[in-house]
């Protein structure tokens, strides 16, 4: 007797689960592109983490990183990337991940949260919600991007 194929569908292994990528169409990559001004490729992230590529698409597939195909390239905001302490390597923003998850739960798309990062804000004493975080005021910008899912 012939045994049947086992039909469960396939989990990936932990850690190599596929990176979630997002293509913009020309107009809005165009304006990504300058609001944001400076990324880094995947094996740049890679060089200033002092880690390999894989490292950094599960970074990106964690949510500890954001990244967006700028010109058919995948592509990471520079500012997610911040220098470590007297010669330790760079690593991702400490206070992103958190973030990234509540813009994701308010459903905004990764290009959508970039934007909303970047995009100026007259009420906030830095100017934008990316340079708030880089000030190490988390909690603000966590409170309104809670509240954009309301």
Known sequence: M?????????????????????????????????????????????????????KVRRLIGDGELAAVRVGGVLKVPALFVVPGAEGAPAAPLHDLKGTLTLLADARYST?????????????????????????????EIRRRAQALGF
């Open 2 to 54: 012939a045994r049947s194929r086992d039909r469960r569908p396939h989990v990936p292994a932990p850690g190599l689960r596929p990176v979630p990528e997002e293509t913009l169409d020309a107009a809005g990559l165009a304006e990504l592109e300058s609001l944001v001004g400076d990324w880094l490729t995947v094996p740049d992230v890679a060089d200033r983490l002092g880690t390999d590529i894989m």
């Open 111 to 139: 290009a959508e949260a970039i934007r909303w990062l970047w995009t100026p804000d007259e009420t906030l004493r830095e100017g934008r919600p990316i340079d708030t975080l880089l000030a190490g005021r988390k909690t």
